[in-house]
């Protein structure tokens, strides 16, 4: 669902329950974008959601409760550490003339440590993409599913995470793929070539004629 992200920022924390409409394909959905960065005039636009991010939405429903109004909220975490047992004690009044047995109204049971979620109402802030992105990256790494990167390569990768790195990902694993120009301007709304052009300038000096012919006699 990240990878394929084809919305900005600013356009996913405003998505509603109700943007999202059944497609032709029944494990799939349309989005429906009202408005954006690059739609000043307001004329919307579609955006296909593969099955594989329906699954994780509805996942995401199902967990949270969300029925209606914004899809991605804030959410307040509060961790609570574990706790020993407190036996109940005997505590000596302060005249020392008499003795108090509190045993059964003092004792503490054992706490487990947990971890508590409270779903508000309001939708996220744009500004907040950009550490969701490096705390799945951070997790994933934690729990061995990046193999391939060291400690030092996770905190280079971490230094040039923002909320717009999904949507250049896209763009070059679209390019990657061989899809020409239009397609990319298409898919991920481009206005102009000059942005997906840019972002893939190293990956076209890579895939050229040159890189090609290199690979082959390399």
Same mark, same amino acid.
């Given at each position: 669902m990240v990878r394929e992200r084809r919305v900005r920022a600013s356009e996913l924390v405003v998505i509603d329950v109700t943007d999202i409409t059944e497609a032709l394909d029944p494990e799939a959905r349309l989005l429906t974008i009202a408005r954006s960065k690059g739609d000043p005039e307001g004329e919307g636009a579609t955006a296909y959601l593969s099955p594989r991010s329906v699954r994780a939405i509805a996942a995401w429903r199902a967990a949270s409760g969300i029925e209606a109004g914004p899809l991605f909220r804030r959410v307040q975490v509060r961790r609570y550490k574990a706790?020993? +047992?407190v036996p109940g004690r005997r505590i000596d009044s302060i005249s020392s003339r008499e003795t108090w047995d509190l045993r059964k109204t003092l004792p503490k049971p054992a706490v487990a440590a947990r971890v508590?979620?409270?779903i508000g109402t309001a939708a996220l802030h744009p500004g907040s993409i950009g550490p969701i992105w490096r705390a799945i990256i %951070?997790? +994933?790494?934690?729990r061995g599913a990046l193999p391939d990167l060291t400690k030092d390569d996770l905190e280079r990768l971490l230094k040039?995470?923002?909320a717009h790195s999904t949507r250049v990902g896209l763009n070059q694993d679209l390019f990657v793929v061989g899809e020409d120009l239009a397609g990319i301007m298409d898919a991920l709304r481009w206005k102009s070539p000059r942005m997906p052009? +840019?972002?893939n300038? %190293?990956?076209a000096a890579e895939q050229g004629a040159a890189g090609r012919l290199m690979a082959k006699i390399g």
């Open positions: 706790r020993k +047992a508590e979620y409270d %951070n997790q +994933a790494f934690e040039g995470i923002s052009l +840019a972002y300038r %190293n990956l």
